[in-house]
């Protein structure tokens, strides 16, 4: 699954949930991800030149919802973390619902290793 700013960015409980009612009928889907709750700390400044490295982990999964953790460093340097909570939400009731088992898969393929 292929995530973009619309579908990430769009907060159910506002206005803006046109985007995502799009995203899920354009991808055929039945669930929305969307973030629910964000931090960011950030350590020290990057200039405009620098050679930047951006990871992201999966830090927890539970039934409907997912923790992210992403850090942005300069070669050893942390310069940037932050933590994003994604909920999955049923399309139509915006009630939080089961992360699928594809996807599941998807974003922790060491699972499928048996």
Not at 61 to 84: P, S, Y
């Amino acid at each position: 699954m292929r995530l973009n700013r619309s579908t990430i960015l769009t907060n159910p409980s506002n206005n803006s949930t046109r985007s995502t009612e799009i995203y899920a009928r354009k991808h055929k889907s039945d669930r929305l991800l969307v973030v629910v709750d964000a931090s960011v700390q950030f350590k020290q400044i990057a200039q405009l030149d620098d050679s930047l490295t951006v990871t992201a982990r999966i830090e927890s999964m539970g039934r409907a919802r997912m923790v992210f953790l992403q850090q942005v460093c300069r070669k050893d340097v942390l310069l940037c973390e932050g933590c994003f909570v994604v909920a999955c939400l049923d399309s139509q009731t915006r009630k939080p619902t089961a992360i699928t088992e594809s996807l599941r898969n998807k974003l922790n393929p060491d699972t499928n290793s048996s």
